[in-house]
């Protein structure tokens, strides 16, 4: 992005200045916006001068521009972002954005993270295989104490069959015990 915030606020003033969707209330709002956040940006005398209704609003968002720029590369990068958060549209149809997006180059480059951390390396069978011994498992706690449900021993002792020697153990352990 070679540019500076600074130089880029004085190839968008042009714009800026001539642009009616810059309305009143806008050109408020981004003036509210620097000095309550930043106020070391736009102090309250300097907000309440650029905020004068009296004067027309183009002069006083040129005259707002002009201060920025004096102020240095901070004022001018705060008064984007609030330009990107208040008025979007204006925001996207600046020339330098424009510019910067027939480019191709980014706005603000994301890092682009070098090591995948994997959370969880196992295929969906194994989320699968845990899922369905958690639902067997629930079954045999809900249907295990109820005595309504006749042959859930013989149920249990054939589903025993097909699983591995440990869990095998423990669903014959539970079939005997409840007899």
């Not at 540019?3 to 009143?24: A, G, M, P, V």
């Not at 705060?78 to 954005?97: G, I, K, M, Q």
């Not at 095998?168 to 007899?179: A, C, M, N, P």
Request: proline share 4%; aromatic share 10%; hydrophobic share 35%.
């Amino acid at each position: 992005m070679g540019e500076s915030f600074h130089e880029q606020l004085r190839i968008d003033s042009r714009f800026l200045k001539s642009d009616r969707r810059l309305d009143t209330e806008l050109v408020d709002k981004l003036i509210l916006q620097l000095n309550r956040i930043y106020p070391q940006i736009l102090t309250d005398k300097e907000a309440s001068k650029f905020r004068d209704l009296d004067v027309p609003t183009c002069i006083r968002l040129a005259e707002l521009l002009s201060h920025l720029q004096e102020k240095g590369e901070e004022a001018c990068r705060e008064f984007y972002r609030a330009l990107h958060l208040h008025v979007e549209d204006v925001y996207f149809s600046l020339p330098t954005r424009l510019k910067l997006r027939e480019s191709g180059d980014p706005i603000s480059p994301i890092p682009i993270p070098t090591e995948r951390h994997v959370l969880n390396d196992h295929s969906p069978f194994f989320f699968l295989s845990c899922f369905s011994v958690a639902v067997g498992a629930a079954l045999l706690y809900y249907y295990g104490e109820s005595k309504q449900v006749s042959g859930s021993s013989s149920t249990l002792g054939l589903a025993a069959m097909g699983l591995g020697r440990k869990v095998r153990d423990v669903l014959i352990w539970y079939t005997e015990d409840g007899k």
